[in-house]
């Protein structure tokens, strides 16, 4: 038949001595011909076989398998020309040609052809050394940099920015490749240390036992259990069989507890200050429920993706899909499109989407080996980086813009129609109109950079984790049958590998100058913004990020992002999705391993014993991670050295030299904040920043800040700046205009008192700063006076000097920013009023004041306006 190997021709030519097997001219009895360099060959890599190759029969009429003779058989040798002198046999073919059925004729025609290869067919054929494809793997990479390069070069001569931002690759590579190394390596060493322990109890024979037992017979247990609970007891026949299917049930098994293990670290059980509100069961219930059904979701979805991708790999073992590869990249590419927003729209959180489409991503690139030579998949890489290109600076920032387009002019299609039959809906396309300008002015929000950034986050894991996920196809080549399927051979791997792993470092250059002109086209911060979250996480309140409280999410972004934002695309964020990504592609492979041995889980005996293996030794390996991750200090938060200075300075006997450099930069701090503090240097900041402010706000203020708090804004601003425009007139030439100080001598009664006044506003204004983010994420969704749910503000229940003095009486009087802010959560709650029910409010405290007919000085006035908003509150 075609394909199989008739005989082996040795690959290097061999002198006289090793022809003949002696190491003289003289005949001797130790002779041993050319048998005796084949037996002493150590490796098969020596040997090219010679295959048949008998497509010509397939047109004989009537078939041509039996009693079918070729009267023609050509030889055909292919080598490479190592150097003048030098040939390599690189294939060699035997192949049968003119066939008929006359089994009384012995005649036949023997051709031999003897040529080199070219320089692409040698490629093809992994002719040449290591060194030279690295160094043609290298020629890719800096043609991709130089693309990416010229593509920076002709977004920064045509962007639309006043003040484009430089190119600054060193700022980029600096800010975002340690976190995506530390978070792979740190989820690849669990993988790693599982994926050993089940190549150990399946395969470890083939390591430990390869003389004594090279078929793994008496392997540990597995092999003496039958393949079936009908059989007496296993048949060794059904040995490679079973060994295949149970190894799937091993990575399947991995899969789905890992899965388990990263759904709930990335929907923790968080706490909020919202609890104290609210019935302590009712809540704590709900909250359960509510992550228990996100965590089920992400299951689901991921098990829904993984039988998906193997719908994926099974049709690129077509065997013309190598054909038609660059019609299925970008089929696979649309199909990714489609396939995101529904993910998205499934799970409702890009965090959680993340390694879901990634592993879609990843898989998409595994199929590219399917290629019909390693030349198209070379190819399939340049061409899948042009895509890239499109799908990160245009696809991928408009496809959100491009729904919404479409979806308003499927309601505007609609709306026609309804017009034309009568039966048109006023209300609901004014709605249509508000919900269309609501959706402009999202465009200019943090969302579209999170997500783009997001994207590239997928892009950087795929990138990093596909050298690994090969390694593995090769290990276990024999039972997940891919490689063999693709017609790669075990030797030919190794280039795959190395090109997976020699790209990584002109990807990431590359990639830089993706983002730089990202900036530059769009408009934005994208530096600015990975810098910021670099920051929240080293200024973490808790070791694990998705454990800090729910008040630290930030609300001004949407619903769906919220949670990615919280994880600043940090270590932690890279190594989940690592382990979650490895656990859909180990749920893939495992479903191709049992479907290549047609493997029925439920009828093998050892079952629910691998289950149990694998459950307990995840466990433990978890546990053991965690245990090695805390005698490292992984992700030790920062704050701690700052409780240990305290813990200095409150001992019986503080080192001296610490305490003196503690207190004088503490003093130097203190000065310049008094001075900062001052009216006359807010009065002279306003004043001189003046035109800088007006021209500023805009751009400081996103859309989503303008139109919920625009009143207040409004308000504010307009008084602020128009108070200096009226104090102080830009066209006065008088000195003396403005704001006058008393400068009368003070006693030193006053001027301890105005001390002690100035240190405690320097306190409350700093202890107000900073738990300021924490009282405006408090807000709750509705208005508890009127039920409203536009311009909506929040009260704190409790007074900022009532709880500083309840926390100098628990804690002393050193500002220690996050024991403040844990003791403000711990005990502070609060009210959400819209600002129409304030200033009903205020206003009737007025009226009030004005029937009483008291002033503002008199006794008792107080506590009647304590009483009064206590029963306001009430």
Known sequence: DTGVALFSIIRDPINYNEYTGRDRSIIGKADGGGQKYVKAANSIEQFVPATIDRSAALSIEGGCTILCFPRKVTLDIAYYQMDHKTKRIVQTNVIYDEFDKDFTSDDYELHVKFYPLNYQELIIKFAFSRNLFLLLFAQIGTATVVVAMVYWVVTRLTTNLENPPPLRLYGFLSIIIPPAFLGFILGLIPVSVATAAVFWLLKGFSVFTLETDPTGRNWLFLPSLSLQYSDARGDPDDLFISQQGRAGLSFVTIGIVSMYYTAKAFVPDRTSSAQHDMPRGYYDLGAREVNSWKRSNLIYSSILMGLFLVIIMEWSFWPSFGVYIWEAIILMKILSIIVGAIVDAQIGDNLLSAPVMTAMGLVQGIVTMSSKDFMDFLLSYIVGFGFLILERMYIGPLQSNAFNWLHRAVVKAIERLKEVLGRADKTRSSDGDGNQISGEEATETLEPLIGSFASYSCDTLSLLYTPFIMIVVVVFRDEAEITK??????????????????????????????????????????????????????????????????????????????????????????????????????????????????????????????????????????????????????????????????????????????????????????????????????????????????????????????????????????????????????????????????????????????????????????????????????????????????????????????????????????????????????????????????????????????????????????????????????
């Open 485 to 874: 399927l693709y017609g790669i051979k075990e030797s030919d791997m190794e280039f795959y590998v190395l090109f997976a792993l020699a790209i990584i470092p002109f990807q990431f250059i590359a990639d830089m100058f993706l983002q730089n002109a990202l900036e530059l086209m769009h408009g934005w911060k994208i530096l600015g913004y990975l810098e910021f979250c670099n920051y929240r996480f080293q200024q973490r309140e808790s070791r694990w990020k998705p454990f800090e409280n729910a008040n630290t999410i930030d609300e001004c972004i949407d619903e769906s992002f919220r949670s990615l934002d919280q994880l600043c695309f940090s270590s932690q964020y890279y190594m989940l999705n690592t382990v979650h990504v490895n656990a859909i592609v180990y749920f893939v492979i495992g479903c191709e391993m049992m479907a290549r041995a047609k493997y029925n889980l439920f009828a093998d005996p050892a079952t629910f014993i691998i289950v149990s293996i694998i459950c307990l030794f995840c466990a433990f390996l978890k546990a053991s991670m965690i245990g090695l991750g805390n005698l490292l200090g992984v992700w030790h938060v920062k704050y701690e050295r700052r409780n240990r200075q305290l813990q200095v300075l409150q001992n019986e006997e503080p080192i001296i030299e610490v305490q003196e450099n503690i207190n004088r930069t503490r003093h130097d701090i203190y000065q310049v904040e008094k001075r900062l503090s001052t009216d006359a240097f807010r009065y002279k900041f306003l004043n001189y920043n003046r035109p800088w402010l007006i021209s500023t706000l805009p751009s400081m203020l996103t859309p989503r800040t303008m139109q919920r708090s625009r009143p207040f804004l409004i308000s504010n601003l307009s008084r602020v700046l128009g108070q200096i425009n009226l104090d102080i007139s830009s066209d006065s030439e008088d000195d003396d205009d403005g704001l006058e100080f008393d400068s009368r001598p003070l006693t030193f009664t006053s001027r301890s008192m105005l001390r002690k006044w100035l240190q405690q506003a320097e306190r409350r204004i700093r202890l107000n700063e900073i738990v300021q983010p924490l009282i405006l994420q408090s807000r709750g969704g509705e208005c508890e006076m009127c039920l409203s749910r536009n311009l909506l503000q929040v009260e704190p229940m409790y007074s900022l000097e009532a709880m500083d003095q309840q926390f100098i009486f628990q804690h002393g009087d050193e500002i220690d920013q996050v024991l403040w802010k844990k003791f403000w959560q711990m005990n502070q709650r609060y009210h959400t009023i819209c600002l129409p029910c304030i200033q009903r409010r205020t206003k009737r405290e007025q009226n009030e004041l004005i029937e009483d007919n008291v002033s503002s000085d008199e006794p008792g006035l107080l506590a009647k306006e304590e009483k009064l908003n206590q029963t306001n509150m009430a």
